[in-house]
């Protein structure tokens, strides 16, 4: 998936499986010094991060509890799959300036 920050494209979000994630900063947000960190546990010292289980960052922008359990089964989401979770709810409504979207073709 793609991350967007304040609606420009900073970087992409890919799980390889259920235990490997990879955030990679995008070519021109990384070199563009005005621009900021997505988050400070991601900062623009590495272009590549990865990870066993989803990044603390994005996984915070998910809903627990109840409300969790309520977009899960509305969804048809398995509710122990975080990236599908964050696909299917973090295109438009989030707080704060980072939104995702899914990786279209070019």
């Given at each position: 998936?793609?991350?967007?920050?304040n609606?420009?494209?900073?970087?992409?979000?890919?799980?390889?499986?259920?235990?490997?994630?990879?955030?990679?900063?995008?070519?021109n947000?990384?070199?563009?010094?005005?621009?900021?960190?997505?988050?400070?546990?991601?900062?623009?010292?590495?272009?590549?991060?990865?990870?066993?289980?989803?990044?603390?960052?994005?996984?915070?922008?998910?809903?627990?509890?109840?409300?969790?359990?309520?977009?899960?089964?509305?969804?048809?989401?398995?509710?122990?799959?975080?990236?599908?979770?964050?696909?299917?709810?973090?295109?438009?409504?989030?707080?704060?300036?980072?939104?995702?979207?899914?990786?279209?073709?070019?």
């Amino acid at each position: 998936m793609e991350i967007y920050r304040n609606g420009i494209l900073a970087g992409t979000l890919t799980e390889e499986n259920r235990q490997h994630f990879v955030f990679r900063y995008d070519d021109n947000y990384f070199t563009d010094t005005n621009k900021p960190a997505i988050s400070l546990t991601l900062p623009k010292t590495q272009k590549e991060y990865s990870s066993q289980f989803l990044f603390p960052f994005f996984f915070n922008m998910l809903s627990e509890g109840v409300n969790r359990k309520l977009q899960c089964t509305q969804l048809k989401i398995d509710e122990e799959d975080n990236f599908g979770l964050l696909m299917a709810i973090a295109q438009f409504d989030t707080i704060g300036a980072v939104t995702v979207k899914p990786i279209t073709a070019k």
